[in-house]
């Protein structure tokens, strides 16, 4: 429901509630009740009718037809509140006691996730945290994306907090200098005739597929050594956007592939059902055993030229009550490319056809951002596709990014 809808509704239902209260407040007696007040009341049972069927109708429009967005701060998943100590305290307790040490880069090359296309809109730049570094990542008024370090070689200055868009260059938010998004480099400086050569920014190599758009990294600056797969039915619009989550996991990015590839640990970690939640401190209660999910994969490793990727074949089946609902069996195919993205391929012919995007980019040696984002078929209903990505979340939120 839109703001609009939203302060309708809730101004029908003040209007109405103050109505009632004065009605039930007047001193005059009810057998005395004049037709006005009568009117009154009326009105006011109105009121209350009209707002909460707006509420209701907007609940569920976007029940129905919204995307789901569960984006969740960092401290939000995976840690537990014990001792009095708050989740975001643990968050940061834990970010202090950590210790890199001796473990493989931290950093592997490949392509990674930084946005998600329709979050920035042409001439915006928007702040981004990756690989230990600052980003500005920018739309050029010719539609494209452009990744550049944040800090201004100048003073410093970070481009992307008050910086601004100016034809396919950002300028700087403190002295006005505007870099290229093509190269980095230094093309104006207000109050100068001539930009010195060296007055240049680093510039990272960046694309956009299947409505994300990602950065290379390559540990020797290397240029890209093989591109993002691109999914045609997102590209031609017969998938479409059902929504999104983002969350954070303090590990080693090389930990996340291992575990996925690691076929027995669905069945001891993911056997409980997704109606138990995601909360670690229960999702093992006996509360909701009669929900199980069930799985069978295979792993196996792509050859070249695409040695950067593997496939994992994944039999899911549920029972209820040790009853097994052979309808709801589901094939589906995890495709890892490179260190940073898995494609989560559904194709069901009960369920339909579509794709979770699964992207996995390091903030800091050991933090990651997780992001799940779904694109389904458009003739079917948002309901499966939202049902998908929730259940996938609590899977993934409440499971594998445990501390
Ligand atoms: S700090 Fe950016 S132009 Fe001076
Ligand atoms: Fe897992």
Redesign the pocket.
């Known amino acids: 429901m839109s703001s609009m809808a939203a302060a309708a509704a809730v101004f029908c239902l003040c209007v109405g509630i103050t109505l009632i209260t004065h009605s039930a407040e007047s001193r005059i007696p009810l057998t005395q009740v004049d037709a006005g007040l009568r009117a009154v009341a009326q009105r006011a049972m109105l009121c209350v009718v009209v707002g909460v069927s707006l509420l209701v109708a907007g609940w569920l429009y976007r029940l129905l037809f919204c995307p789901l967005e569960l984006v969740r701060p960092l401290h939000d998943v995976g840690y537990v509140a014990e001792d009095g100590r708050s989740k975001a305290r643990a968050a940061n307790e834990m970010r202090r006691r950590r210790r890199v040490g001796d473990v493989p880069p931290v950093y592997p090359n490949g392509w990674y996730r930084v946005l998600h296309s329709p979050m920035l809109h042409r001439g915006e730049v928007k702040s981004v945290s990756f690989l230990g570094e600052q980003l500005a990542v920018f739309r050029g008024q010719d539609g494209k994306a452009y990744v550049l370090d944040a800090y201004?070689p100048?003073?410093?200055?970070n481009l992307a907090v008050g910086g601004r868009v100016v034809g396919n260059c950002v300028e700087?938010p403190?002295?006005?200098?505007q870099f290229r998004g093509d190269d980095g480099k230094c093309e104006k400086i207000p109050y100068a005739d001539k930009v010195p050569e060296i007055a240049k920014v680093r510039r990272w190599p960046s694309c956009e597929v299947n409505q994300q758009i990602l950065v290379w990294f390559h540990c020797d600056g290397a240029e890209p050594q093989w591109s993002v797969p691109e999914k045609q039915e997102i590209t031609n619009g017969q998938w479409v956007y059902r929504g999104r989550s983002e969350h954070f996991i303090s590990a080693h990015i090389e930990d996340l592939s291992e575990n996925a590839a690691d076929a027995s640990h669905l069945g001891h970690l993911h056997a409980a059902g997704f109606t138990s939640g995601s909360d670690p401190l229960h999702y093992n209660s006996q509360t909701w055993d009669c929900v199980q999910h069930n799985w069978k994969i295979q792993w196996e490793p792509e050859s070249e030229p695409n040695s950067h990727c593997s496939k994992m074949l994944i039999n899911h089946s549920l029972t209820v009550f040790g009853h097994h609902f052979s309808l709801l069996d589901m094939q589906v195919v995890a495709r890892q490319v490179g260190p940073g993205l898995v494609f989560l391929q559904i194709d069901d012919r009960f369920f339909g056809r579509g794709v979770i995007l699964q992207c996995v980019t390091p903030v800091e040696p050991l933090l990651q951002r997780v992001s799940h984002t779904i694109y389904y078929q458009s003739n079917v209903p948002a309901l499966v596709p939202k049902f998908f990505l929730t259940v996938e979340s609590i899977q993934v939120h409440g499971f594998d990014s445990h501390q």
């Not at 403190?174 to 200098?177: A, L, M, T, V």
């Open positions: 201004c100048h003073l410093g200055a700087c403190f002295h006005g200098w």
